[in-house]
């Protein structure tokens, strides 16, 4: 079946400090790949995708490349801010339905 | 343009009992998706529904039961509740099915 894996948290950064959170997938076919990002207290929000293999998803200074020959999906930011502070999900869609996969979510804690 | 609302926000059972959980779409959208998030862990796929209709199931027993309304609003149900049903549970709306999903801050249900 389809499955995604984070690397553990937490991960403890200084401001302006680089960000990489790893993430690997399994899945049939070409899914689509999303990382969402969980303030606390709320819910899901969406924070980039990437729908075929060497899209570039990216908002908010984050970046994420979808690399289907290392089965990878890997969250960067060149420079953290302590509003970054929360728990990141990566997630993959697969076989044409709506149903998200999601790894176990990588909290990371940004301190001035 | 109002988002996607949970009620209640927070909620207190015992096991046996039964619970209904509720959830308004965003305006528009027309599929609602359930999700269970147990403490540290990424949410896992209950079920969809689509223009009423159960639209995809993961891998819950029966006992969890949904329903989706003309106006698109959705409930979870949940019978003969265990310990482990204790969670943070997420509803998530999308244009149609395949669309982005934008998730509802959650309704947490403990299980004493």
């Known amino acids: 079946g389809n499955s995604v894996t984070q690397m553990e948290g937490p991960v403890t950064l200084s401001e302006e400090a680089f960000l990489t959170i790893n993430c690997t997938y399994t899945?049939?076919?070409?899914?689509?790949l999303f990382w969402y990002v969980q303030y606390p207290g709320e819910g899901l929000q969406l924070l980039l995708k990437?729908?075929?293999?060497?899209d570039k998803g990216s908002n908010k200074g984050f970046e994420a490349t979808y690399r289907k020959e290392t089965t990878s999906f890997h969250l960067e930011k060149g420079s953290v801010q302590v509003s970054d502070s929360a728990v990141y999900f990566c997630?993959?869609?697969?076989?044409?339905?709506?149903?998200?996969?999601f790894g176990t979510g990588t909290q990371l804690k940004v301190e001035l | 343009e109002t988002g996607v609302t949970q009620s209640p926000t927070h909620l207190i059972k015992t096991r046996g009992q039964q619970v209904t959980l509720r959830c308004s779409s965003q305006?528009?959208?027309?599929?609602v998706s359930w999700y269970q998030q147990a403490l540290g862990q990424g949410p896992q796929f209950i079920f969809q529904?689509?223009?009423?209709?159960?639209?995809g199931r993961g891998n819950f027993p029966p006992r969890f039961s949904g329903l989706q309304f003309p106006n698109y609003s959705s409930e979870l149900n949940v019978n003969a509740l265990e310990l482990d049903d204790s969670a943070l549970y997420l509803c998530?709306?999308?244009?149609?099915?395949?669309?982005?999903?934008?998730f509802g801050p959650g309704t947490r249900l403990t299980v004493l």
């Open positions: 529904y689509y223009r009423e209709e159960e639209n």
């Open positions: 899945a049939t076919g070409y899914p689509s």
């Open positions: 990437a729908t075929k293999a060497d």
């Open positions: 997630a993959l869609r697969a076989g044409g339905g709506n149903k998200l996969t």
């Open positions: 998530a709306s999308s244009l149609t099915r395949g669309d982005e999903q934008f």
């Open positions: 305006s528009g959208h027309n599929t």
